[in-house]
C-alpha cells in the first residue's frame, strides 16, 4: 500500500523560508517519479513541481520557479520542497504525490498523502 506522510508546513510571514518532506513507503520510491501539488482555500488542485526517478530533472511551475526548489533522497526514500521567499499567495495544503500519469501538470495522476498546512501572513 501506497503511504505518503508530509511534514514541515506552518505559518511564515512574507520572505520567509519552510522546507517540507514527504516520507514514502509502500512502493520501490526509487523508481518513481514524484510531484508536489498544492490546493489553496477554494481553489482546485494545482501541480507545483515535480523530479524524476533519480533526481536529475527536476520542473516547476512557472509561479514558483526561482523560490521553491524541489530534491529527494533515495536512500531515505524522502521527497522535500524547498520553499524560499514565500509569498501570500502560496498560501495552502501542500500534498506529495508519487506521479503515475501527467506529471507536469494540474491534470496529474496518482496517489497523495494528507497534506501540509503553509500559510504566508504578515
Same mark, same amino acid.
Given at each position: @500500500? /501506497?503511504?505518503?506522510? @508530509?511534514?514541515?508546513?506552518?505559518?511564515?510571514?512574507?520572505?520567509?523560508?519552510? &522546507?517540507?518532506?514527504?516520507?514514502?513507503?509502500?512502493? %520501490? $520510491?526509487?523508481? +518513481? /517519479?514524484?510531484?508536489?501539488? &498544492?490546493? +489553496?482555500?477554494?481553489?482546485?488542485? @494545482?501541480?507545483?513541481?515535480?523530479?524524476?526517478?533519480?533526481?536529475?530533472?527536476? =520542473?516547476?511551475? %512557472?509561479?514558483?520557479?526561482?523560490? $521553491?526548489?524541489?530534491?529527494?533522497?533515495? +536512500?531515505?526514500?524522502?521527497?522535500?520542497?524547498?520553499?524560499?521567499?514565500?509569498?501570500? @499567495?502560496?498560501? +495552502?495544503? =501542500? =500534498? #506529495? /504525490?508519487? #506521479?503515475?500519469? &501527467?506529471?507536469?501538470?494540474?491534470? $496529474?495522476?496518482?496517489?497523495?498523502?494528507?497534506?501540509?498546512?503553509?500559510?504566508?501572513?504578515?
Amino acid at each position: @500500500e /501506497v503511504r505518503l506522510v @508530509e511534514s514541515g508546513g506552518g505559518e511564515v510571514q512574507p520572505g520567509g523560508s519552510l &522546507r517540507l518532506s514527504c516520507a514514502a513507503s509502500g512502493f %520501490d $520510491f526509487t523508481v +518513481a /517519479v514524484m510531484l508536489w501539488a &498544492r490546493q +489553496a482555500p477554494g481553489k482546485g488542485l @494545482e501541480w507545483v513541481s515535480s523530479i524524476s526517478s533519480l533526481g536529475s530533472g527536476t =520542473y516547476y511551475t %512557472d509561479s514558483v520557479k526561482g523560490r $521553491f526548489t524541489i530534491s529527494r533522497d533515495n +536512500a531515505k526514500n524522502t521527497l522535500f520542497l524547498e520553499l524560499d521567499n514565500l509569498k501570500t @499567495e502560496d498560501t +495552502a495544503k =501542500y =500534498y #506529495c /504525490v508519487k #506521479c503515475d500519469a &501527467r506529471c507536469m501538470s494540474d491534470s $496529474f495522476k496518482g496517489p497523495r498523502g494528507q497534506g501540509t498546512q503553509v500559510t504566508v501572513s504578515s
